[in-house]
T-cell receptor
Framework: SQKIEQNSEALNIQEGKTATLTCNYT??????LQWYRQDPGRGPVFLLL?????KEKRKERLKVTFDTTLKQSLFHITASQPADSATYLC???????FGKGTRLHILP | DAGVIQSPRHEVTEMGQEVTLRCKPI?????LFWYRQTMMRGLELLIY????????DSGMPEDRFSAKMPNASFSTLKIQPSEPRDSAVYFC??????????FGPGTRLTVL
């Protein structure tokens, strides 16, 4: 069955460092992959979409890579700040399955 | 645009009662999605519509759940009869084709 796995439930990163989150998928060949941010008590907020023919995409301090051979996407936040603390969700394709998310804590 | 609007924001009801959740998508979006989120199961897709037509309802847990989209600006998710295990946050989201989804603030449902 189709499966989405995000690297860990929680990740602690020191402020100023780069946070790297992983999304692996199996039994799936998505044409694109999306990343969302969710804060407590709120709905997910769309951040970035990367297509299978794009190796990398950037938006301000965010960078996403998409490796269809490894069936993996990496999500990087550079120069991390405490305000980046949230849960980050990945979603291959546009509608079917979301990963359970990684809770990111940026420590001051 | 005000974004995706959901009502009510909170709903507390007793087991056996009917619950109706409402959603107004962003104008111009072709797709509308209903999700349920719990700590145990994460974010689960219940059903989605394209141009007001239900496309995939395989995530609807059972016949107690039903969803409608009578027009492009309104959708409902109904649970009848409600059960305690239905307690969760229900999100509505809308999008263009192959675009990011815009989520509403959610409805927190508690069934006693």
């Amino acid at each position: 069955s189709q499966k989405i796995e995000q690297n860990s439930e929680a990740l602690n990163i020191q402020e100023g460092k780069t946070a790297t989150l992983t999304c692996n998928y199996t039994n799936y060949s998505p044409a694109y992959l999306q990343w969302y941010r969710q804060d407590p008590g709120r709905g997910p907020v769309f951040l970035l979409l990367i297509r299978e023919n794009e190796k990398e995409k950037r938006k301000e301090r965010l960078k996403v890579t998409f490796d269809t051979t490894l069936k993996q996407s990496l999500f990087h936040i550079t120069a991390s700040q405490p305000a980046d603390s949230a849960t980050y969700l990945c979603a291959p394709d546009d509608k079917i399955i979301f990963g359970k998310g990684t809770r990111l804590h940026i420590l001051p | 645009d005000a974004g995706v609007i959901q009502s009510p924001r909170h709903e507390v009801t007793e087991m056996g009662q009917e619950v109706t959740l409402r959603c107004k998508p962003i104008s111009g979006h072709d797709y509308l999605f209903w999700y349920r989120q719990t700590m145990m199961r994460g974010l689960e897709l219940l059903i989605y519509f394209n141009n007001n037509v239900p496309i995939d309802d395989s995530g609807m847990p059972e016949d107690r759940f039903s969803a409608k989209m009578p027009n492009a600006s309104f959708s409902t998710l109904k649970i009848q009869p409600s059960e305690p295990r239905d307690s969760a946050v229900y999100f509505c989201a809308s999008s263009w084709p192959e675009g990011g989804q815009f989520f509403g603030p959610g409805t927190r449902l508690t069934v006693l």
